[in-house]
């Protein structure tokens, strides 16, 4: 099955300073979507790409899939305190309907 | 409405204990999923209902056991739990089209002693 491997895992960042996170995937994915977990929260839709080299922005988040659907990345600038909690990339596979398969996530903890 | 709700919040048994999960929705979602998420993992996915029906079953125990009575019901029945299956157990649902957003309830966070 498909499988997204997630980098980096943690990520310590100040108040003020912007931050990538990256999905990888050895086959060509048909979409990838996004979720954030705040601490102790649960898993909350960001947005989902489709296109072959998709850029979307939400305010200060940009997310893009790359140009041949192998990767994707989400890059936070200004990062606020209002940002903490894992970020997840998440594929709907293709060969058995129905699994939304995450990937590690990023645990992003912001400083002061 | 577009909220998942998973009840209870918090839940505590020992191992030779019967209990259940639930989850409702009223999105309209047919297709519902549980997973199981551990301390700083990912969610994992253990079952998927479409239409009601189990369509995925990702080799779980038999000590779990899902149900669907209805499109906005799904519930999870446990029975002679181990100590590691202590998890936060989410609930989620969707559009039964796959590739669209899935909505995430609060969660169950179990502890087995």
């Known amino acids: 099955g498909q499988q997204v491997m997630q980098i980096p895992q943690y990520q310590h960042v100040q108040e003020g300073e912007d931050f990538t996170t990256y999905c990888n995937s050895s086959t060509t994915l048909s979409n990838i979507q996004w979720y954030k977990q705040r601490p102790g929260g649960h898993p909350v839709f960001l947005i989902q790409l489709v296109k072959s080299g998709e850029v979307k922005k939400q305010k200060r988040l940009t997310f893009q899939f790359g140009e041949a659907k192998k990767n994707s990345s989400l890059h936070i600038t200004a990062t606020q305190t209002t940002d903490v909690g894992t970020y997840f990339c998440?594929?709907?596979?293709?060969?058995?309907?129905?699994?939304?398969?995450f990937g590690a996530g990023t645990q992003v903890v912001v400083t002061p | 409405d577009t909220e998942v709700t998973q009840t209870p919040k918090h839940l505590v048994m020992g191992m030779t204990n019967k209990k259940s999960l639930k989850c409702e929705q009223h999105m309209g979602h047919r297709a519902m999923y549980w997973y199981k998420q551990k301390a700083k993992k990912p969610p994992e996915l253990m079952f998927v209902y479409s239409y009601e029906k189990l369509s995925i079953n990702e080799s779980v125990p038999s000590r779990f056991s899902p149900e669907c009575p209805n499109s906005s019901l799904l519930n999870l029945h446990l029975h002679a739990l181990q100590p590691e299956d202590s998890a936060l157990y989410l609930c989620?649902?969707?559009?039964?089209?796959?590739?669209?957003?899935?909505?995430f309830g609060q969660g169950t966070r179990l502890t087995v002693v």
């Open positions: 989620a649902s969707s559009l039964p089209t796959g590739n669209t957003e899935a909505f």
């Open positions: 998440a594929v709907w596979t293709t060969d058995s309907w129905g699994k939304l398969q």
